[in-house]
């Protein structure tokens, strides 16, 4: 299309002309990672914990970037990730890994929570694929049994756990505050750790419990009269607060269909599709109008442009629109999202990434810092990633 260009192209621009520089400039050269923070000014907090969680998810995306763009300048950065990873966010004496260490590698808050777990699993998938290392598969190996041993219940994963894996309270995911004994959160992150483990090893114990989730998404977090997720339950999966979380809802849309197509079940297959179908039109019809809202609690609307819920709607709806390529709509959406984070999330300053979230209006938060041990090159970096991978021949 003349004047226009293919999103896929556009998403390597991203990828190579601005993530990859920003998230290489952050390299801790003294102390091994990544440095863990930095405020809305882009100053550096040289000092700051650094979470497993972004140290993860570091390491997931240099390994995915270098694989993807077969750059192995980009090599060195995925190993460097995967030795702090290994170095000094696991626990050699009781297994697992941290929720947070300090700036120099030694444990911060030694708790260990499922989605630190799962984390981990999906960013050492990535690293074997790039690598070949058969110490980061059995990493993945002991990481991957223990989660089924001692975060695995009768009824799905816990949430939130002492270092020794004895239950502790689960209060660290979500700014409502609300302690939930379970979260739609960590359910959809365990599903994506043991897919990537699931993709490198063919464990048909990991596809087993790929098929439980599944089931537990289905039949537990799945609103079939609203058709949406539940995000917070109790231990029961009794729903804690009336809310709505359009980014989880279309995030899980389109990677619950992904997870699910690496399994040899076509009736799952087929339930799955149609449930996140019904998902992403409530989305784009609940949430759309140019840049996806973040969530409603009630009848009140949260209408905050996130950076990461706009990422993965761009996924969502590309994810959509392959499956009905005869709604536009979805084309569309998908096309109008990435313009709007091309416009107004995507921080044009000199050594600048995205901006964490933005009002209604365009406006920048800036008490939102633009690294974090949440504010990770996972999601924005993954939508160019998988852009790039689908292709899916829309021009921007």
């Not at 192995?72 to 990730?81: D, E, I, S």
């Not at 697992?96 to 981990?120: E, N």
């Amino acid at each position: 299309m003349r004047g226009k260009t293919r999103i896929a192209k556009a998403a390597e621009e991203m990828l190579t002309g601005s993530l990859l520089p920003f998230w290489q400039s952050l390299r801790d050269e003294r102390h091994g990672g990544f440095y863990g923070g930095m405020d809305f000014s882009l100053q550096i907090d040289r000092r700051a914990e650094k979470g497993s969680i972004l140290a993860s998810r570091i390491l997931w995306f240099f390994s995915t970037a270098a694989r993807a763009l077969g750059d192995r300048a980009l090599v060195p950065y995925a190993c460097h990730a995967y030795a702090f990873l290994r170095d000094a966010c696991i626990d050699r004496e009781q297994g697992g890994v941290f929720w947070s260490v300090t700036f120099d590698g030694k444990p911060a808050d030694t708790g260990k929570h499922t989605d630190c777990q799962a984390s981990a699993l999906y960013a050492l998938s990535a690293y074997y694929r790039l690598s070949g290392e058969s110490e980061a598969l059995a990493l993945m190996k002991n990481l991957f049994s223990l989660m089924e041993e001692r975060c695995r219940d009768g009824e799905g994963y816990g949430e939130a756990f002492a270092r020794d894996f004895s239950p502790a309270e689960n209060g660290k995911l979500w700014e409502s505050g609300v302690p939930a004994g379970r979260t739609m959160n960590t359910l959809l992150h365990v599903l994506e750790g043991y897919a990537g483990f699931y993709e490198v090893a063919k464990s048909p114990r990991a596809a087993a419990a790929m098929e439980r989730i599944l089931y537990l998404h289905r039949e537990k977090v799945y609103d079939p009269e609203r058709r949406r997720q539940q995000v917070l339950f109790d231990r029961d999966y009794r729903p804690l607060l009336d809310l709505t979380s359009y980014g989880h809802d279309i995030e899980a849309s389109w990677l619950t269909d992904w997870a699910c197509g690496l399994l040899d079940n076509a009736i799952l297959k087929a339930q799955t599709s149609a449930l996140n179908s019904a998902l992403a039109a409530q989305v784009l019809g609940e949430a759309y109008d140019g840049a996806l809202a973040n969530g409603r609690e009630g009848d009140r609307m949260d209408c905050r442009r996130v950076w990461w819920v706009q990422a993965e709607g761009v996924l969502g709806f590309v994810n959509a629109w392959e499956k009905h390529p005869g709604s536009a709509a979805y084309r569309e959406a998908a096309a109008g999202l990435w313009r709007y984070i091309t416009r107004h999330l995507v921080d044009s300053r000199p050594g600048g990434e995205w901006f964490w979230q933005v009002s209604p209006q365009g406006v920048p938060d800036e008490g939102k810092p633009i690294v974090s041990p949440w504010k990770c090159p996972y999601h924005n970096g993954r939508m160019c990633l998988e852009l790039m991978r689908r292709d899916p021949g829309i021009f921007v």
